[in-house]
């Protein structure tokens, strides 16, 4: 969105402003509530400030909230040092907020006990509907209500994601509607049916095209609803064991990947690591929606400066991520027969592994990184060449200018197929070789960029329907084909907004725990006398650890170099606190269920967290 960010900040000059006391007059040169409602352009002006909340791409300036790699980095698939990052203990003091900055908890991947943007898309409805018919014609006016409910579904879809059971406000809720205002929490199902009909509102009225293809139009809408629908239809069949309501979700999830998968507009033409690093998305028909970065207006990021290899990653890929990659003969390391795939140091990882890997990770060991496994994924591949140099603005601090995929296609495909195998499993239609080649196999046929062409890396054999490879590890409740689906987006999304909400979606955070997953507490396997031989220092004795296969730790003594060899331990390493069932959600904070007491109201808090 090459616009989007001066757009940004002509709306905020256009902010309604209260007129001053001077004889009541209204300000005839400060846009208002009173006389902004008056042209199309106004009501596409006013869309434009719900983008810096919702697409988020990288964020801007040091800002996490959303943003890949920097806000988006507990999961299983990631390790620090010393004691794991854990869940909260304790309902907070407060969680409120009324911010209209992006707010992100990270442990929820989600937003705080903040309805001013349900509010916001509610007030732009109303003043939508006050134009019917003088300002805005039937078509216009089925677009921007389309827009403003696509806004509404998109927050309620988070908060339920993070809370669960929510207050459902379909409308302006004025400051003396005491009783709506302070009414307790809907059940989550009402309020999703509420997104439902907002989303299928939007799948048959918004535009194709407003003009500018970055503009939020049916397409980018379609792709959000996709990954909406499927959260909550998988949260629906594993959490609720609700197959009427799941399936329900579900289907809009494939009916909203249709239209995006059938419109001819996107396909698979680019190389993975210029999905993320590229100065200009425009041409990338991969991508569906995007953030453009540009310097001279002063709009940058930083997360490629924490892909420049000298940044430290304090929270890093771990071992169960490495794992997971698959072999590019399709086949998990311990069935393939690709020469060394058991073999899982990083050299030869790389090699043996789906082009993804390569993609994702730096080529050899990196101090830099709490596992020593580095991940470059988010910058181009200039700039971790720069190593040991300085950095030019675009690869340091804050002002980098790659842009950012905001909706990708293979995040819809993925989406599709994965609500298509669930649906299988509950009476509905078997997934077909077509769909697997619609989808995954798709993903698997993206060109290689010329560094992994150099490395000799190869592309991954198809998904052949009547070769599901059966994963040793596979859990036992999970059929074959969609353990690979979900394997496909654990390798496909690494640091970006999927995995925790995933394991949470299917009701698997049992990965987190490392009593259950060791490998989440280790780092690839490495020979340090080879490999590193920079740490074999005094420095690092009583400090530097392996463990060999069958679990045994060796720490460095100065005279055991030699025995260095096995899966890196990160330092001091030590499992998270024990946690139950009740972290799927968040708990409300205490000073807003005080709150609603002081009112006289009941707000009652989340299941587990009294």
Avoid at 10 to 17: A, R
Avoid at 37 to 44: A, G
Avoid at 190 to 200: A, G, H, I, R
Avoid at 224 to 240: A, D, V
């Amino acid at each position: 969105m090459k616009k989007y960010s001066l757009i940004l900040m002509t709306f905020i000059l256009l902010v309604f402003i209260g007129c001053d006391d001077f004889l009541d007059r209204p300000s005839l040169t400060e846009m208002n509530d009173d006389n902004y409602w008056t042209s199309e352009n106004n009501v596409r002006l006013f869309s434009h400030g719900f983008y810096e909340n919702y697409f988020v791409g990288y964020n801007v300036a040091w800002g996490t909230a959303y943003a890949p790699l920097r806000g988006y980095y507990f999961s299983d698939d990631f390790t620090s040092r010393g004691k794991q990052g854990g869940f909260e203990t304790q309902a907070p003091s407060s969680r409120a907020s009324t911010s209209s900055t992006p707010s992100m908890e990270t442990t929820y991947a989600g937003p705080t006990w903040n309805f001013s943007w349900v509010r916001k898309s509610n007030l732009y409805l109303d003043r939508i509907d006050g134009m019917k018919g003088s300002i805005l014609n039937d078509e216009s006016y089925n677009h921007w209500s389309a827009v403003a409910r696509f806004f509404r579904g998109y927050e309620y879809s988070r908060l339920v994601s993070v809370f669960g059971d929510v207050p459902y406000y379909g409308r302006v809720i004025e400051d003396s509607e005491l009783d709506t205002l302070y009414k307790d929490r809907d059940d989550r199902t009402m309020v999703m049916d509420k997104v439902y009909e907002d989303f299928e509102y939007v799948l048959e009225n918004m535009r194709t095209s407003d003009g500018n293809a970055q503009y939020l139009n049916r397409y980018i809408a379609a792709g959000f609803i996709s990954r909406f629908m499927l959260f909550e239809g998988t949260w629906q069949k594993y959490h609720m064991n609700n197959t009427a309501k799941a399936n329900k979700y579900l289907q809009q999830a494939v009916k909203a990947a249709n239209i995006v998968m059938s419109s001819g507009k996107y396909s698979f033409t680019s190389d993975f690591r210029s999905l993320f690093g590229s100065q200009d998305l425009a041409s990338n028909k991969e991508v569906i929606m995007y953030r453009h970065y540009d310097a001279a207006l002063g709009v940058t990021h930083h997360v490629a400066s924490y892909s420049n290899l000298t940044e430290g990653q304090g929270t890093a890929p771990n071992l169960a991520l490495a794992k997971a990659f698959i072999c590019n003969d399709g086949k998990p390391y311990q069935l393939s027969t690709v020469e060394n795939a058991d073999k899982l140091d990083l050299s030869n990882m790389i090699a043996t592994r789906d082009p993804r890997f390569e993609a994702t990770f730096w080529d050899a060991p990196m101090k830099e990184s709490a596992t020593l496994l580095y991940a470059d994924k988010f910058i181009d591949r200039i700039g971790p060449t720069l190593y040991g140099s300085s950095y030019p603005p675009m690869y340091g601090s804050n002002t980098n200018t790659n842009d950012a995929p905001v909706m990708r296609l293979s995040e819809v495909v993925l989406n599709w197929i994965e609500a298509k195998a669930e649906m299988a499993t509950m009476s509905g239609a078997a997934v077909t070789q077509a769909d697997l080649d619609a989808s995954i196999n798709a993903i698997r046929q993206r060109p290689l960029d010329a560094v992994a062409t150099e490395k000799g890396i190869t592309p991954t054999a198809p998904l052949m329907l009547n070769a599901i490879p059966d994963d040793p590890e596979r859990d036992t409740d999970v059929p074959a084909l969609i353990w690979e689906i979900r394997r496909e987006r654990r390798m496909e999304f690494v640091y970006e907004h999927s995995r925790l909400l995933d394991i949470k979606r299917w009701n698997k955070i049992n990965y987190m725990k490392a009593s259950e997953n060791p490998d989440i507490m280790r780092g690839l396997w490495i020979d340090f006398q080879t490999e590193f031989p920079e740490w074999l220092v005094e420095e690092k004795e009583g400090v530097l650890k392996v463990a060999k296969e069958n679990g045994t730790i060796v720490t460095y003594d100065g005279t055991n170099s030699a025995e260095m060899v096995g899966y890196f331990v990160p330092e001091s390493i030590a499992e998270r606190d024990i946690f139950t069932d009740r972290v799927y959600l968040a708990p409300i904070g205490n000073a807003q269920i005080s709150e609603y007491l002081d009112k006289g109201y009941t707000l009652t808090q989340t299941p587990g967290w009294n």
